[in-house]
């Protein structure tokens, strides 16, 4: 990568300063996770110069103690795209300790274990008929056929609306974590709230059995949620739950296409596929993360600036060979614990999603398995990536006979 030393911040070191923009890795459009490897090199940190300049936690140690920082490190900027952080102010994603906590603790509840195993019937019809829908065809466009479908059809299950809205909503989660610069930060705030505001009003008055509802009806310390607040938290939900499983769905898929080994073994024994969704969620992490700092902090021998953004990317960390054995192979039975990677983040505020994330994978990969035969990447359609704060891929071609 190049080194540049124009437009740094008088306590950046020379020597830390790179051009790397977040949105567009060298190379990321054929392989986002080399694009990514690239920013390791000598220093634990890195500052960019790209998208008004800010840091790069460029090894996985480092990643995974600030992801881990509450102390020091803030959520309120959300991402170093500008505006972004003020027009969404997510509830419970852009909050700090303590104002957090009891936001957090009623989208939890939101989210019990009892309810996301409730949804396994539903979340395994709409597998196993999409699946059905496209085995016949001998080929597909993966992403736009399957991995953009499942997941709104599950999130608008979920908040109970309809499951034609899908459309509309789509290009919405798509421009917040990979902006192209059509829509102001406001045009799309305003754009999900404007869907959102009449289900939002409707729930807080009359409250039923959908997740808003759930959510909304937990008392935020002993008083009813705000309109204002309750607006945000669903906002949160819908651009926390949909670009990010679409990216999830994209890479499983590829590894599959790639290694008919690993498809051998699933088919053969199913038993594994709970570990498999584990171990392919940590090797094709595709997440990142911004943070602003509270205050001067002193890490890897230079000091960083009170207001200074922190970018974190989880592919920095799960790829580490310093924090994983043999990081780049998928290990099925790699004894994994749960929580030490870093794809659905880590800290206080590890995905409330999680859970639903990880069956929606399951189910996918069962249901895949079942109703296709072994299938491959498309000969001469190459997977296409983008980068941006979710990295997706955008083309997956497969084929199957
Ligand atoms: C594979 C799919 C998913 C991935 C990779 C993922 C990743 C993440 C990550 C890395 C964080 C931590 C953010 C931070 O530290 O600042 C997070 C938080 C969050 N996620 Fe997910 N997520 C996924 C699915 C979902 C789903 C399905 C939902 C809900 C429908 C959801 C809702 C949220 C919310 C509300 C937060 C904020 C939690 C808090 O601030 O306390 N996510 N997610």
Partial sequence: MATVTANRPDHVPA???????????????DDYFAAWASVRGDHALVWTTANGGHWIAADG??????????????????????????????????????????????????FANNHVVAMEPLIREVARELTAQIAPHGECEFMEEYAEVLPIHIFLTLIDVPTQDRLRLRPLGQQLTRPDGSMTVEQLRDAADGYLRPYIEERLRNPGQDLFSRILSIPIEGRAWTFDEAQRMCRNLLFGGLDTVVSMFGNIALHLARHPEDQDLLRQRPELIPQAADELMRRYPMVSVTRNLVRDVEIDGITLKAGDLVYLNSSIHNLDTACFDNPHKVDFERNLPPVRHTTMGVGPHRCVGAGLARLEAILFIEEWLKGIPPFRVKPGSPPRYRAGNVGALTELRLEWD
């Fill in 15 to 29: 020597d830390r300063v790179v051009d790397f923009d977040i949105f567009a890795p060298p190379g990321a459009e």
């Fill in 61 to 110: 140690e480092t990643t995974r103690r600030l992801w881990n920082d509450a102390e020091n490190l803030s959520n309120e900027a959300l991402a170093v795209t500008p505006g972004l952080g003020e027009a969404m102010e997510f509830i419970p994603l852009q909050q700090d300790a303590p104002e957090h906590k009891p936001f957090r603790m009623a989208v939890m509840k939101g």
